[in-house]
């Protein structure tokens, strides 16, 4: 560590701490969940404008934020909800019911018809149980001192795995199981705290393990190889929270933190593996700030020092501005950096929560991986969404917009959609996304800068080098059971699987120094180069509903990828039956 810095950061602990005892009341975040967090996305949509301390495109969520939106649906009462939105309601404050005061304070008898699912039966009058006293938790405290969440969480499926490939057709039993716990809450109702532990053992989809860096799993960090291709990693997360001012929210720990309102995220994403955070949130008014400094691990070619993996940095601002009650608009700008070769440690320059980052890049002379970015968000009447994001990582003005495909416009851009009670069908479902990432972008020259953590993409898991078209149905078919769709159609360049290394721009852990260059000099690069690789991907899954948060999961899942290099290509026909309990669904569409 540079001389200087342990001092800086003893101060800073010491502020952490501190602060806290003159906060205000703070909560706790909501797990990532694709199903759950649409739930909440829908209902927004069909309120027709943003919803106060709820920027969509920044998360995760804070629950009371989430309960603050079903307050001002049920206060204004003018929203068009079907049976199964008000049951969502229902399901979203039994969640979170610390913040609703003793649930709900309505006079809407549609509520009171269709709230609460029969998932339990309350104690008889003058009894209180000791556990499950609340259907969203196993065990429960709730006072002014402490309030206190504690859960069990568990997935385990079983199913088979058939691989078509002329290569090497085979056929293999899948099998995954995970137990872990999940605790959360508040002390003195300031200072909030979260954490998650699971132990995991499995056997998975084998494109599943070949899209992960050796030893770890994808969105996971260090895994080990078990017995007949399996895998065995240990998941944990943690964080504690708090507001030192009513507008400022801190918070520090191990976590994933997302930027976008689309399935993928081009500007930061959870498909890699958590990391060390402290994230400052401000919000004032229209205006969301979010200030994000990580820690994260090169996961690269001589990427250890003494049996330690290399450490990497990265500090992150987003600016997230509602225009109008309809229309939201975001600026971001990334750094990712290391200093293995000065002493190490946090370059302080970074600090600085309100500069421009490529400015800090160019006066301390670095060579650090800068990226710029924008998104966009608009509510469409009651009924729909149209989003977007554009990720700038380099560019020189002379071919940006001549049309010379010069290896240097290095950009990313998504445009998508949702559509809610499509063509007039209650709980019916519908997006759309297109997602486009120019040859090299997120890659640097070596891999303590570039856009990773322990080797996995901190964006879109394919990576660069691709166009990607999604398409996704969600239907509420009955208030236990949803169905779901999920179709993937991919181009993607890659490098040959055998020969001498080459790089043509899809590998973003590669050095783009070392670029394959075959046309005109520098210029001529474009989507799709290298060895072309077209990926169809379909998922079919029907979920039920147990209880409060319990699930069975039927999945079916098609993933054909042709290419001329027999070792790219493959087909994979997958069908798994789980049953989980207080855990997201785990998607693995790549």
Do not use: C
Not at 36 to 61: A, Q, V, W
Not at 91 to 120: N, P
Not at 289 to 316: H, P, Q, V
């Amino acid at each position: 560590m540079v001389p200087g810095i342990s001092r800086y950061l003893k101060t800073l602990l010491i502020i952490l701490v501190s602060l806290p005892y003159y906060g205000h009341a703070q909560s706790s975040f909501i797990p990532f969940n694709d199903d759950y967090y649409h739930l909440i996305d829908r209902l927004e949509i069909k309120r027709g404008k943003f919803s106060e301390g709820l920027h969509y495109n920044t998360k995760p969520f804070e629950r009371k934020a989430v309960v603050a939106l079903t307050d001002s649906i049920l206060k204004e009462g003018t929203i068009n909800l079907t049976d199964r939105d008000w049951e969502t309601i229902d399901y979203l404050r039994e969640d979170s019911w610390e913040w609703t005061k003793g649930m709900v304070a309505t006079d809407s008898a549609k509520y009171d018809q269709l709230a609460r699912l029969h998932w339990f039966k309350l104690p008889p009058p003058g009894q209180k149980r000791k556990f499950f006293a609340h259907p969203a938790d196993l065990y429960s405290i709730h006072n002014k001192d402490l309030d206190l969440h504690f859960n069990f969480t568990t997935t385990n499926f079983i199913g088979n795995d058939r691989r078509n490939d002329l290569a090497s057709p085979s056929d293999s039993t899948l099998w995954y199981t995970t137990r872990g716990v999940e605790i959360r809450g508040m002390i003195n109702e300031k200072l909030g705290f979260y954490t998650y532990v699971a132990d995991n053992q499995g056997r998975f989809p084998r494109y599943v393990n070949h899209s992960a860096p050796q030893y770890s799993f994808p969105g996971e960090g260090l895994a080990k190889v078990t017995r007949n291709n399996g895998r065995d990693f240990l998941t944990a997360r943690g964080y504690i929270t708090f507001r030192p001012l009513k507008s400022i929210n801190v918070r520090f720990g191990h976590d994933h933190n997302t930027f976008g309102s689309g399935y993928r995220s081009l500007i930061l994403s959870d498909n890699s593996s958590p990391y060390l955070f402290l994230r400052l949130d401000t919000q004032l008014g229209r205006f969301h700030y979010t200030n994000l400094w990580t820690s994260m691990m090169n996961a690269g070619e001589n990427s250890f020092t003494e049996g330690l993996r290399n450490k990497k940095f990265a500090a992150i601002h987003h600016l997230s501005v509602n225009l109008t009650d309809r229309i939201n608009f975001g600026v971001f700008e990334a750094e990712i950096f290391n200093r293995d070769t000065v002493g190490g440690g946090y370059d302080l320059n970074y600090l600085n929560p309100i500069i421009f980052y490529r400015y800090v890049e160019s006066y301390i002379g670095s060579q650090d991986n800068a990226l710029l970015g924008f998104d966009f968000r608009w509510l469409v009447g009651r009924k729909a969404s149209i989003y977007s994001q554009f990720v700038l990582d380099e560019f020189l003005t002379r071919y940006l917009f001549n049309g010379s495909g010069s290896w240097t416009n290095k950009y990313s851009f998504q445009l998508g959609g949702k559509y809610v009670d499509a063509f007039g069908v209650p709980n019916l479902d519908l997006q759309a996304e297109y997602n486009l990432v120019r040859p090299y972008t997120y890659s640097h020259k070596d891999g303590g800068r570039n856009y990773m953590h322990y080797g996995q993409s901190l964006a879109h898991p394919l990576g660069a080098n691709f166009r990607e078209y999604l398409g996704i149905i969600r239907y509420k078919v009955t208030p236990r059971l949803s169905a779901y769709g999920t179709i993937m159609m991919a181009t993607q360049g890659k490098d040959p699987s055998s020969g001498p290394p080459m790089n043509f721009g899809g590998d973003i852990s590669k050095n783009y120094d070392e670029r394959s260059v075959n046309r005109d000099g520098e210029l001529g690069q474009k989507i799709g180069q290298g060895i072309k690789a077209s990926t169809a991907f379909t998922d079919l899954r029907l979920s039920y509903s147990l209880a409060h948060n319990l699930f069975l999961d039927g999945r079916y899942l098609v993933r054909n990828i042709k290419s001329d290099d027999v070792k790219v290509a493959s087909k994979y026909n997958v069908f798994t039956f789980a049953i989980r309990y207080n855990m997201a669904y785990r998607q693995q569409t790549f």
